[in-house]
């Protein structure tokens, strides 16, 4: 009667999904509209510049991805396993080396700028001048976009994700502001189009920092000593490495790809490469909304053994990015001179070029969703190292190599194939590795996501709405499902002691989870609710503790946590 619907999952999702996909739209919709602006203020021709600096650009998000999104999920896993000093550790030397590194980006980066300059232009030294004003402009807003952007990962992770998405919002909107700004009214060109980018950062980092002011917030500064510092340091890099290594090999290969464009095809082929590159902008709205919502979910999830629930958030992700993959991927193979309207190209010679690109291009968006995905969900389940060797086949060896090949043999269209080929290989791999895991644990993990699988006869699943008469009727179906254990009516009282108290201090939860594992040594029972925090182990004098006296004389450990936003309270008795 009461099987789980995973109603709470759902709405989970769609609490952090909707938030996350307006923050990712608000941060590439603003990037896609701030090139648009550029070459309608001052020529699609000076996308060849911005595209050269891209690489700087993935670099940095290198960085903050590595630290920030890499400690928030260990910092959600923390969370899961009740502890708060360690949880607040992650945050601490997270933000902390974050701003360090932006710092030291920014310093290195002014004083080093034409060598960088000449470095990125190597094919096209005739663009030096240009990149190095728009470089410039652009390095003194890093150390404000490392902190704002990492701290929007632990803030989500904390379950306040509407903050994160209001201040990137309007540092983008002030982004778009000042280019018109600085260069329409002050004409300040390619290095005006920059600064309105570092201005955006300032802005962006001013507002999310009104999370410290925040009542709700559970995550806080604690002071480590030198040695705990970078060995948490260490464990953050080594965990987000996995999914960060994206923007390293997308830095790499950008390097190598303009080289190769300009190269084969010239500087009306950096101009395609610069669309075609701005366009996976609209399509990372969906792709990185869609996996910064499933990471934490899935981290804690799969951390508490609750491998249907890790199911159910994978399915839906991968329903949603490839969805939406194959609408754009369609959209720009049938109609690609939408793009070179929006994008102001009307030069005879950069027209066929651009959309000859662009046609092969969006070939790769659908693969590119579900390695993209694949990546977050390796690092979410603590498999960094298959994340790194799909980061690595998909973003590095097998573009760049074949890319390099293919160019070589038929030109410039071997660059643009190179990128769906990549795409298709990478998930040939993904899936012969997914058989090759399933026979090696003999069935243990299954499917192209190599999820393990409650065992149905010893876990026991159930949804709830906020009402005694079904706690009390739950607590009932469980002790006739343990029937013959010597722990049933511990158990059952447990269940029905922990679910009234919840009820009883709520107002009004509609759904509340209950799973129980019936170990060897111990029934494990599981229990999360969206009603006000409450750790049953900690007595205050405001709420009743009836239920909450019997249930600690009962039980012989409870752990509670708040995680998610969610309280997730585990119950063990023995058997």
């Known amino acids: 009667m009461y099987e789980r619907n995973y109603k709470l999952l759902r709405n989970k999702f769609g609490e952090f999904f909707f938030p996350t996909l307006f923050t990712s739209m608000a ?24 595209q050269i600096v891209a690489p700087v650009i993935t670099f940095v998000n290198l960085i903050y991805w590595m630290i920030g999104l890499g400690g928030s999920v260990l910092c959600s ?10 949880s607040n550790s992650y945050f601490s030397v997270s933000i902390i080396s974050l701003i360090s590194i932006g710092v030291l980006i920014a310093i290195l980066g002014m004083l080093f700028s034409g060598n960088i300059a000449q470095f990125l232009c190597i094919s096209q030294p005739e663009l030096v001048p240009d990149v190095t004003s728009y470089f410039i402009a652009l390095i003194i807003g890093m150390p404000f976009l490392c902190y704002m952007m990492s701290l929007s ?12 998405f209001r201040a990137i919002l309007v540092a983008n909107i002030v982004n778009i502001c000042f280019d ?7 004409g300040m060109g390619l290095s005006g189009a920059a600064l309105a980018t570092s201005t955006g950062y300032l802005v962006g980092s001013i507002l999310i920092s009104y999370y410290f002011f925040k009542k709700e917030r559970t995550l806080e500064f604690i002071r480590l000593k030198a040695n705990s510092f970078f060995k948490f340091l260490k464990k953050i890099v080594t965990s987000g490495f996995s999914s960060a290594s994206t923007q390293l090999y997308l830095t790499l290969k950008l390097l190598v790809i303009n080289i190769l464009v300009g190269l084969y095809v010239g500087k009306a082929g950096v101009v395609a490469f610069g669309i075609c590159y701005n366009s996976l902008f609209i399509l990372y709205i969906f792709l990185i909304g869609t996996a910064q919502t499933m990471s934490p979910i899935v981290s804690v999830y799969f951390k508490e053994e609750d491998y249907s629930g890790v199911n159910f958030i994978v399915k839906r992700s991968l329903k949603i990015v490839l969805a939406s993959s194959l609408a754009l991927s369609v959209l720009l193979i049938v109609y690609p001179q939408a793009l070179l309207f929006l994008y102001s ?3 005879p010679a950069d027209v066929p070029v651009v ?32 994340s790194t060797i799909i980061s690595l086949l998909e973003g590095f060896v097998l573009p760049i190599s074949l890319a ?7 030109g410039g269209n071997g660059i643009w194939i190179s990128f769906a080929m990549a795409e298709l290989l990478t998930i040939l791999f993904i899936f012969f590795y997914s058989k090759y895991i399933n026979k090696k644990t003999n069935g243990e993990y299954t499917g192209f996501f190599i999820n393990k699988h409650n065992d149905d006869e010893k876990v026991f699943e159930y949804t709830i709405s906020g009402d005694v008469e079904e706690a009390v009727n739950l607590s009932r179906g469980v002790q006739d499902y343990l029937k013959g254990n010597k722990s049933e009516t511990l158990v059952s009282l447990a269940i029905e002691e922990m679910l009234v108290n919840i009820i009883n201090n709520n107002e009004n939860v509609d759904t509340i989870d209950v799973i129980v594992r019936n170990d060897e040594d111990n029934i494990l029972i599981s229990i999360k609710d969206t009603g006000v925090e409450f ?13 909450i006296s019997v249930l600690n004389k009962i039980a012989d450990k409870i752990d509670y946590s708040r995680v998610l936003g969610l309280n997730s309270t585990v119950i063990t008795i023995k058997n």
């Open 153 to 164: 990962y632990f803030i989500r992770a904390d379950g306040i994700p509407s903050l994160p």
């Open 27 to 50: 941060g590439n919709i603003c990037l896609f509209v701030d090139g648009l602006i550029v070459s309608f203020l001052i020529g699609a021709s000076n996308l060849a510049p911005i």
């Open 535 to 547: 750790n049953p182990v900690i007595e205050k004098e405001s709420l009743e503790f009836d239920n």
């Open 345 to 347: 190209v009307k030069n």
């Open 355 to 386: 959309l000859n690109a662009l046609r092969i291009f969006a070939i790769s968006y659908v693969g590119t969703a579900i390695t993209f995905l694949y990546t977050f969900y390796a690092q979410a389940i603590q498999k960094n190292q298959l």
């Open 404 to 410: 390099v090949i293919l160019s070589s043999a038929i």
């Open 77 to 86: 896993v923390s969370k899961a396993e009740f502890d708060d000093e360690t």
């Open 180 to 186: 018109i700004i600085y260069i329409k009214v002050f």
